[in-house]
């Protein structure tokens, strides 16, 4: 019997080794979702492109997903809290557990009790992604889209400033994340520091304890030490002490004013049950989207012990052992011995596919790139000199484009330039500050790009989907985030 071919639509790009892209596959046909939406994908494929690994899905199928969730946990405002308080309870758990799970002297565990404390982390790993991830991470466009459209039948077009007022308190939080936390850490260190130098290397040390998990997004990411956070106290430290007390009183004068304009707009603002409800929803949103990746990076710096341990008994780097599937950890643990070719083929690229329900499979090496052709076909992108996006942050710029796959290519950012990413992540925050604009593949308004852009004060343009497809480092682009286009000038 013949099978219809997959027309596959591209959903979103990382540097996730194979077991975290598994993982995301998962959740698809988890039983989570089943019982609590009554909704699963049968088909999902991961290829390799451009140093990251591309998910697709079956637009159908995926419309669905997405409209059984957002119809369930968006129903009204006692729903949404629902969901946000189940998240905030299993972001917690999963940090916890996964510290508990890689804690002790793990040399001393037997190959079973390893086998016994991956069970326990892989259980809570995956319902992580059921609910802290893959809850908010479908809906908050089309929350965002549904808030926005209420927002422009209350505030006219032509008045564009209060419009833009707001915009910017509904879509952007009030709380302070990890990387905001960090930040103000830092320069209360360096106001210490100028009154007294002797104290640096006691602060930083105690700093990089307290942090150093921030840059680990996926499970094998290298952590924070001394020397990086060494790195930006120093330029901190450069300028006058005036400057440093007043950068450390706006920022928490920010919040404070933002929770303040909120809650006045949440009482003024709406004329409807239902605006109001997608006002504070939102706004919720844009906070719950960046707490949960606080978790999921200091889950996955505290899990590395473990997989570290395994690695080493059979003579593999942590970025090596998590290059498995789930069902390829077991067998390891059971038989102690394993396939190190195939582990390191990976690092290079891989591709998981699961089709009409099948179970998934991995491929690696000369299989990848007839995988490829076979189920996507020639994707090149021609003679396209710009890109349509949803506006994250209004202003207009003009300079060079710099094409940013992964956090390793940000030290070729320049003051200047036209940041141009599949996404960007708390730690692209100090590149981000030397850009005059930003430009990504993926988000929407309350996503990390665009709100980090619009407290920078700089235009940002985001879910253009082939941003870095179509631009390459070195063209002059213009971007207008009035309309959100972005043009490379010829």
Request: glycine residues 6%; aromatic residues 10%.
């Amino acid at each position: 019997m013949l099978t219809k071919k997959i027309n596959w639509e591209r959903y979103f790009a990382r540097k996730f080794c194979v077991m975290r892209f598994e993982l995301v596959m998962r959740v698809f046909y988890s039983k989570y979702f089943k019982k609590e939406f009554n909704t699963q994908l049968k088909n999902n494929l991961v290829v390799p492109e451009n140093k990251n690994h591309v998910i697709y899905y079956e637009p159908k199928e995926w419309e669905n997903f997405v409209q059984k969730l957002y119809g369930k946990v968006c129903r009204n405002i006692k729903t949404f809290n629902y969901y946000k308080k189940v998240i905030q309870i299993e972001q917690r758990r999963y940090a916890r557990v996964a510290g508990k799970m890689a804690s002790g002297e793990l040399s001393n565990l037997s190959w079973a009790e390893l086998k016994k404390r991956f069970l326990v982390f892989d259980k809570h790993h995956l319902e992580f992604f059921n609910k802290p991830i893959w809850i908010p991470f479908p809906i908050e466009p089309v929350l965002s889209e549904a808030t926005e459209k209420e927002l422009q039948k209350i505030v006219t077009q032509d008045k564009a400033e209060d419009y833009q007022y707001y915009f910017e308190n509904i879509f952007s939080p009030d709380k302070k994340n990890a990387i905001n936390r960090e930040n103000i850490d830092l320069l209360k260190i360096a106001l210490k520091i100028k009154a007294n130098q002797g104290l640096k290397k006691k602060l930083i040390k105690l700093h990089a304890k307290k942090y150093q998990w921030l840059p680990c997004y996926d499970i094998n990411d290298d952590p924070w030490g001394s020397k990086e956070f060494t790195k930006m106290l120093d330029k901190i430290l450069k300028q006058p002490l005036s400057s440093i007390k007043k950068e450390l009183f706006e920022i928490n004068k920010s919040y404070v004013r933002r929770c303040r304009a909120f809650e006045k707009i949440l009482d003024t603002l709406p004329k409807t049950k239902r605006q109001k409800e997608l006002f504070y929803m939102a706004h919720e949103m844009s906070f719950i989207k960046d707490e949960r990746d606080d978790y999921r990076r200091l889950g996955s710096f505290n899990i590395q012990p473990l997989f570290k341990e395994i690695g080493r008994r059979v003579g593999l780097s942590i970025k090596e052992i998590t290059q498995l599937t789930r069902s390829e950890m077991l067998e390891l643990l059971d038989q102690q011995k394993i396939n190190k070719q195939k582990c390191r083929q990976r690092l290079r690229g891989y591709v998981l596919l699961r089709k009409y329900n099948s179970e998934i499979k991995v491929f690696e090496g000369g299989q990848v790139g007839k995988l490829c052709h076979q189920e996507l076909g020639s994707l090149a992108i021609k003679n396209v000199s710009g890109v349509k996006g949803t506006v994250g942050s209004v202003g207009k710029a003009k300079g060079p484009a710099q094409v940013i796959y992964t956090k390793h290519d940000l030290r070729k950012i320049k003051f200047g330039d036209i940041m141009i990413a599949v996404t960007t992540h708390p730690d692209f925050v100090p590149a981000m500050r030397r850009c005059k604009a930003v430009v990504t593949d993926e988000g929407g308004i309350t996503c990390h790009a665009s709100i980090v852009s619009r407290e920078l004060k700089i235009p940002c343009i985001v879910g253009t989907q082939n941003a870095t497809r179509i631009f390459k480092s070195g063209d002059t682009v213009e971007v207008d985030g009035f309309t959100g286009i972005v043009n490379r000038i010829i």
